[in-house]
């Protein structure tokens, strides 16, 4: 399902380049000799050959050369999946398309067959052609029109059946990544061909999204230009998995008319990432400057946070968790974007109280990349008492006293 969506996704967006090939040589199967071929009544097959050979001072077995086959054919009353048309090249099954699988304008109808350099010979070679109608197509017609060339052209190896390598691909940075984490993405696209290709080169961003397997960074998703013989176009962009477990990216497409300035779209290769929890051992404790206080002060308070694991920790959301007495001066719940293993963060808060008397000070740690999980720290003990009277206002009423005394103790005297 999610394939057919990613198809129907690209397939509706039409985007092309400009066609940037080069013919080197082009024949029709006219030129060759041939006659137009049909098979004309239902569920029937008829076959044909063309002979043809390549001229000697173009070299078909040149690198930067490549033979492709355009068979041009009529199918009626309609093209159906039952009928096709297969090809045999000196005597070597080559390809078999299907009805369906012809591009149709109108009733023309052709099809772009790639010819590998190990099934020619250097002189003349075979086309074997084999016409299978069915009961709905009852009439496929074989056109002279057909053409074998020699083009110097893009090649992407997605668009190659011969292909050594993935010139398409999607990377990622980091195969397994903790949650929370990000991982970079790199897109790259290789021409591998003779000919340059105008391109347009983007992921699948609404996918993805819609998927909410990870959320997009930030980054460039999205290239267009000219890709030379030989080189490279790539875009790079950084995401966050959302959810646990293997996510699989989305490929990457890239739109661009071939040879033939038809528009096509090819897919990169895809990635797969393995999201894991991280190891939570997560050690917490709020520390304070003294344990009795005074009714009225502000509390300097210190929550002290230190990862235990082999992890790094992503988007911790810590609180200080208080009875109604206790105020949190400011923000009470604070976010750590990351804690390294055997890092401490400090937060530090400010408390005050209403009344007088001794109260439990906790804290909760939440992660939230993992559902909410949690851990609260050991409660701590928070006194806050009346003020009493200082000891210097004593000494103060004791020398007033005294001193009232003397000077009646004088008066007395007199």
């Not at 990544?177 to 897109?187: L, N, R």
């Not at 998703?221 to 013989?229: C, H, N, S």
């Not at 646990?244 to 290769?269: M, R």
């Amino acid at each position: 399902m999610y394939k057919k969506m990613l198809l129907a996704s690209f397939l509706i967006i039409a985007i092309a380049g400009t066609a940037c090939a080069e013919t080197v040589f082009e024949k029709t199967f006219g030129e060759f000799g041939a006659e137009n071929f049909s098979v004309d009544s239902p569920n029937s097959t008829a076959c044909t050959f063309v002979d043809f050979s390549f001229p000697q001072d173009q070299n078909v077995f040149a690198k930067e050369n490549y033979p492709i086959l355009s068979l041009d054919a009529g199918f009626s009353p309609v093209a159906s999946e039952a009928a096709k048309i297969d090809v045999n090249l000196n005597g070597i099954p080559i390809s078999e398309t299907g009805a369906t699988g012809f591009k149709c304008e109108s009733q023309n109808c052709w099809s772009r067959i790639w010819l590998g350099k190990q099934y020619l010979g250097a002189g003349s070679n075979r086309l074997n052609i084999c016409l299978h109608s069915s009961s709905t197509t009852t009439k496929i017609s074989l056109s002279n029109a057909s053409k074998i060339g020699l083009y110097k052209t893009a090649q992407f190896g997605k668009n190659y059946p011969f292909k050594t390598a993935d010139y398409f691909t999607t990377t990622a940075e980091k195969e397994e990544v903790v949650i929370g984490d990000t991982d970079k993405i790199t897109v790259t696209l290789h021409n591998a061909g003779s000919g340059p290709a105008d391109i347009e080169l983007k992921y699948a961003r609404p996918i993805a999204e819609e998927k909410k397997a990870f959320v997009f960074i930030e980054g460039k998703a999205y290239a267009q230009g000219t890709i030379e013989p030989n080189g490279d176009i790539k875009i790079e962009y950084i995401i966050k998995p959302r959810v646990l477990g293997p996510i699989t990216l989305p490929p990457a497409a890239v739109y661009y008319s071939n040879e033939f300035g038809e528009q096509e779209v090819i897919f990169s290769s895809q990635a797969t990432i393995k999201v894991r929890e991280p190891e939570k051992k997560v050690d917490a404790f709020i520390g304070k400057e003294k344990e009795i206080n005074q009714l009225g002060q502000a509390v300097p308070l210190t929550l002290n946070v230190t990862s235990r694991g082999k992890d790094k920790l992503y988007n911790l959301e810590v609180s200080i968790e208080t009875p109604p007495e206790i105020n949190i001066l400011g923000q009470k719940t604070r976010t750590i974007e990351s804690i390294a293993p055997g890092e401490t963060v400090k937060l530090n808060f400010e408390a005050t109280a209403s009344q007088g008397g001794t109260f439990d000070i906790g804290c909760r740690l939440v992660y939230s990349d993992l559902n909410f999980t949690e851990v609260k720290c050991e409660n701590s003990k928070l006194v806050f008492e009346q003020p009493g009277i200082g000891i210097e206002i004593i000494a103060a009423i004791i020398l007033v006293i005294i001193g009232i005394a003397v000077y009646v103790y004088i008066m007395k005297s007199k």
